[in-house]
């Protein structure tokens, strides 16, 4: 297992052989090898110290480059805490392939540790009876701690070698926020697994959902969502009894299931769900707290509907992508065809973002690896105005941050999460000057993009990610063994939009 992260400023990390932590990261990944036989009793949890510990030994170094470099089998590495100031990780009993932030009242823009916020996901369970949708609080949120919370059906946590942990705490001195985060949950029975989930940005407690079974359902979750934000912010409530709750709405007109969700966020309630036969669907809220699905879908597409964004400004635009290569701009007036089409990549574009700060601006994610920035006030085939083969497998989720106009985050099957400021460019001279400030010389290779801002590391089969709204550059990544919230050490907290 590679744990490990990365960014543009210098940073040395080394390689620990035996253990390694649930997450990690480090600024540009400057791995020392120490060939020792592996340690096979030593704890994840026990490690950490080691860290430290290795950086004072003369050694040879050498940047880690992932998906190019490869380890011994005796070798693991090991992340530089310093390079977060928060990285915690949970799970939910079942691994979720989608998720949501739910934005709260807690304030606007939120910077001092420690933080609370509020998700919903939906679960990939065993059997298609055992899904549920996930409501969870996690609040405590300390700064610089890295620290794994689990969900227990008895409703403890995961405390072992307390000790070890406690020592580990320490070594942070002056890190706003001590102690460990505390995880609340709710769970509403669903059948069939969650493709996607979204909560309505303007009334978060309304949740959208795409099932396995074709089925898309809305749904009210202000009880739930009510009970988590009056609990003891304290105490760790581990996984709850399955609560039975009837949606809002369940529309079965679609022929497939799907994976294209999206709420409006200029018009409240409107929504648009598309699937794999290529069609999509405009949902229009009525008054009485239900919605309207048109009998006639968009169609344009050749393929599958693998990601749909509505404009951020204009409250008839949208966007779609596809596996048939190609991005579609539509006016949700006109149905028969999409008022530009145009191929966005040679292989499925699996997912998209529309820049809220910048609304010209949309970035593309495709399964062959590469993603693509587009300007919709030139967009035609090969009008990209950047494109980036960094990831090693299919991107599975791109997302602008919702802070910074030029920076974007994607997550990749190549188990990478990286943050991107298409802002910079290379500049040798400061490069030259930082790494002569460094105890030992180390050199980064010349091809990796000066745009790469951070590398997030240690999460398996990595699915989705989204900004907190609320809490500058704090991010939330779910994969097939949990959850990650971090928050990297070289992101300014810049205003919320």
């Not at 709405?249 to 966020?265: C, M, N, Q, R, V």
């Not at 596996?323 to 292989?347: C, F, L, M, N, P």
């Not at 097939?480 to 971090?486: A, K, S, W, Y």
């Amino acid at each position: 297992q590679e744990d490990q992260g990365t960014s543009l400023s210098l940073c040395l990390c080394s390689l620990v052989n035996g253990v390694s932590p649930p997450t990690s990261g480090s600024p540009l990944p400057q791995m020392a090898r120490n060939p020792k036989k592996k340690k096979g009793s030593k704890k994840i949890k026990g490690a950490k110290k080691n860290v430290c510990a290795s950086m004072d030994v003369e050694q040879p170094q050498k940047v880690w480059q992932p998906g190019v470099d490869y380890l011994e089998d005796d070798e693991e590495l090991q992340f530089d805490p310093s390079t977060y100031d928060c990285l915690h990780a949970f799970h939910v009993g079942w691994p979720c392939l989608s998720f949501d932030i739910v934005r709260d009242e807690l304030g606007a823009v939120r910077s001092g540790f420690p933080h609370t916020m509020f998700c919903v996901a939906g679960t990939q369970a065993d059997v298609s009876a055992n899904n549920a949708i996930v409501m969870a609080r996690l609040s405590n949120i300390t700064g610089r701690s890295c620290k794994k919370v689990i969900a227990s059906s008895d409703g403890d946590d995961d405390d072992d070698d307390d000790d070890d942990e406690s020592s580990s705490d320490d070594e942070f001195v002056g890190t706003p926020g001590t102690g460990k985060p505390f995880l609340q949950l709710r769970m509403i029975a669903h059948q069939g697994c969650v493709n996607r989930i979204r909560a309505m940005q303007q009334q978060p407690h309304i949740i959208a959902t795409w099932a396995d079974n074709g089925y898309v359902q809305v749904w009210d979750m202000g009880v739930h969502l009510h009970t988590l934000s009056i609990g003891d912010p304290h105490v760790s409530t581990g996984l709850s009894n399955v609560t039975r709750q009837a949606p809002l709405y369940i529309f079965t007109g679609h022929k497939d299931e799907g994976f294209a969700l999206d709420w409006s966020p200029v018009t409240p309630g409107r929504l648009l769900s598309g699937d794999c036969k290529s069609a999509i669907y405009l949902w229009e809220p009525t008054a009485g707290g239900k919605w309207i699905v048109d009998r006639t879908p968009f169609q344009g597409h050749m393929g599958s509907v693998e990601d749909l964004q509505w404009s951020p400004t204009e409250a008839e635009v949208f966007a779609s992508s596809s596996v048939d290569g190609t991005i579609g701009i539509w006016d949700a007036r006109h149905h028969d065809q999409a008022v530009i089409s145009v191929k966005a990549h040679d292989s499925d574009v699996n997912v998209i973002s529309w820049n809220r700060l910048a609304s010209c601006m949309i970035a593309s994610g495709s399964d062959d690896g590469t993603f693509r920035i587009w300007d919709l006030r030139s967009f035609k085939d090969d009008s990209f105005v950047a494109h980036f083969k960094y990831h090693k497998a299919p991107i599975t989720s791109i997302e602008w941050s919702p802070h910074e106009s030029s920076t974007v985050a994607t997550t990749s099957a190549d188990n990478q999460l990286t943050i991107w400021d298409l802002s910079l460019e290379r500049d040798e001279e400061e490069e030259a000057e930082f790494q002569a400030q460094l105890k030992q010389n180390v050199q980064a290779p010349d091809n990796l993009p000066p745009q790469l801002l951070f590398v997030h590391q240690g999460q398996k089969d990595l699915k989705e990610l989204h900004w907190h709204p609320q809490i500058p550059s704090l991010l939330v990544s779910t994969a097939g063994d949990g959850f990650n919230v971090f928050k990297p050490s070289n992101l300014e907290n810049l205003p919320a939009a």
